[in-house]
T-cell receptor, first 116, second 110 residues
């Protein structure tokens, strides 16, 4: 149990385009989902937290207009990188938990984004 | 959340037990100790968590000292597939966020 999927696993796009990444909880209802970013040889950095049906809460320094997060259902959250630039190239990872607080987070396999 | 300290790297022979230490001397009473691992180019995988008592599951055992200032993750029979970065994270019970440090790179060799 506790499987989280992400799609796509890899994406290459041109600078200035927008990219959407999907995160799904396959066998549980995810009240809360999280989006992380990981640059090469660095640890995971939390970008934002989203509760189903509510606006996402962004970490300091993360531009909410650039990284649009939608958590419209209990099994799906999407991250849209708008007007992507080469510096947005990174490994994006989502996680999901069943409750709002205290539950274990389960992570997706990650999406590798390369912006040319 | 309390800060954790882990050795940057460890080696282990295949088939032997891997004992990964974590120091969390400023942990408070309602904070849990979580362990995740990340195999190269994959998302983190949940391993185990505990509050006060030792815990065991099909993947590993978690030993927490009585004063809760440190813990050890034990992989009883390490395999090559256990090569990964292991993260020890202290998480407050009433909150959801996880703060990842640099972790320990465990290399399991034949």
């Amino acid at each position: 149990g506790a499987v989280v999927s992400q799609h796509p696993s890899r994406v290459i796009c041109k600078s200035g385009t927008s990219v959407k990444i999907e995160c799904r909880s396959l066998d549980f209802q995810a009240t809360t989902m999280f989006w992380y970013r990981q640059f090469p040889k660095q640890s995971l950095m939390l970008m934002a937290t989203s509760n189903e049906g509510s606006k996402a809460t962004y970490e300091q320094g993360v531009e909410k207009d650039k990284f649009l997060i939608n958590h419209a259902s209990l099994t799906l959250s999407t991250l849209t990188v708008t007007s992507a630039h080469p510096e947005d190239s990174s490994f994006y990872i989502c996680s999901a938990q069943e409750g709002t607080v205290g539950e274990t987070q389960y992570f997706g396999p990650g999406t590798r984004l390369l912006v040319l | 959340d309390a800060k954790t300290t882990q050795p940057p790297s460890m080696d282990c022979a295949e088939g032997r037990a891997a004992n990964l230490p974590c120091n969390h001397s400023t942990i408070s009473g309602n904070e849990y100790v979580y362990w995740y691992r990340q195999i190269h180019s994959q998302g983190p995988q949940y391993i185990i968590h505990g509050l006060k008592n030792n815990e065991t599951n099909e993947m590993a055992s978690l030993i927490i000292t009585e004063d809760r200032k440190s813990s050890t993750l034990i992989l009883p029979h390490a395999t090559l597939r256990d090569t990964a970065v292991y993260y020890c994270i202290v998480r407050q019970g009433g909150y959801s966020t996880l703060t990842f440090g640099k972790g320990t790179m465990l290399l399991v060799s034949p």
